[in-house]
C-alpha cells in the first residue's frame, strides 16, 4: 500500500522537496510551493464555502491569504509542511469563525435592544453571555440567527436558503430569540 499522499496535483514528498529548497535559498522552489499554498489553502476554505461554514467566496479567498500569509513569514521554521498546513488552516478558520460569532453576538444585541427603545435590557447586557448562549444553540438555530442578523437577509430570503416555509423560518428565529432572552435573565 502506498502510504504518499496526494494533494491535488503533487504529493507531500514533493512538498517537502520544495520546502527544503526554498529554505536552501532556492527562489523558484519558494515561489513553487507558495502557489501550491495557496492552491491548497482556497480549495480547503471553498469547500467550507459550499457547506455554508463560510458566507461567500472571498472569505474563502481572503482566508486563504491569510495563510499564504503565515506561509511566507514562517516557512524558514516549518519542519513537516504536511503538519504545518493542516493546523494553520484550521487555526485560520477556527479564527474567523469566532470573530464571527462576536460579530453576530453584536449585531443580535442590537437588534434586541432596539425592539424596546425604552427599556433598561440593554444597560444589563452581557455580549459575553450572548456569545455562548448563541454558541449553545443546535447548528439550525444558530445559522438563521446568523443569517437574519449577520447577513440582515430577510425571512422569505432565508427560507429560500434553507428550502423551508417563510412560517417556519420565523417562528423558530422568535422562539430562538424567546429562548435567549429567557436565558439572560
Not at 452581557?126 to 455562548?132: G, H, M, V
Request: proline residues 1%; aromatic residues 12%; hydrophobic residues 35%.
Amino acid at each position: 500500500m502506498n502510504n504518499t499522499k496526494t494533494y491535488q496535483t503533487f504529493t507531500n514528498s514533493e512538498l517537502t522537496v520544495l520546502l527544503n529548497s526554498a529554505n536552501a535559498g532556492d527562489i523558484r522552489s519558494f515561489n513553487e510551493l507558495s502557489k501550491h499554498i495557496r492552491s491548497i489553502s482556497f480549495s480547503y476554505f471553498l469547500t467550507k464555502y459550499k457547506s455554508g461554514k463560510l458566507k461567500n467566496r472571498d472569505d474563502a479567498d481572503d482566508l486563504a491569504n491569510n495563510v499564504f500569509l503565515a506561509f511566507s513569514d514562517q516557512y524558514k521554521k516549518i519542519e513537516n509542511i504536511e503538519h504545518w498546513l493542516r493546523r494553520v488552516l484550521f487555526l485560520t478558520f477556527v479564527s474567523w469563525y469566532k470573530k464571527q460569532k462576536k460579530q453576530l453576538s453584536s449585531a443580535l444585541y442590537e437588534n434586541i435592544a432596539d425592539k424596546d427603545p425604552q427599556s433598561n435590557f440593554g444597560d444589563n447586557i452581557d455580549l459575553q453571555k450572548i456569545a455562548l448562549i448563541v454558541s449553545e444553540l443546535n447548528e439550525s438555530k444558530q445559522i438563521i440567527i446568523k443569517m437574519r442578523f449577520w447577513e440582515g437577509l430577510k425571512f422569505n430570503e432565508i427560507s429560500e436558503k434553507l428550502n423551508k416555509n417563510e412560517a417556519a423560518v420565523k417562528k423558530m428565529l422568535y422562539r430562538t430569540l424567546e429562548e435567549i432572552r429567557n436565558k439572560l435573565e
